[in-house]
């Protein structure tokens, strides 16, 4: 994160644990023929029918796993300093 002028940068990581249940014989080819799994890091969407293997998200949460850690950015813009 910059901020305005930059002056300022801040930089944080969050990791975040997806856990999958076990997927029945019977849900693997509806999955795979959706396709939707076809262009995403890890084979999978959470936000997408994926959704319905996850047995437990740990870490940065769900929009963490889809991209942005929203309540981390908010912190690091609440914490920079105003411009002078």
Known sequence: LLAPGGAEARARCVQSEVEFRDVRDDEVEPFLDVEEWSDKAGGYAI??????????????????VVGLPVALALGLLAALDPPA
Do not use: P
């Open 47 to 64: 936000q997408e029918t994926a959704d319905a293997f996850v047995e437990n998200l740990e870490g940065g949460g769900f929009d963490n």
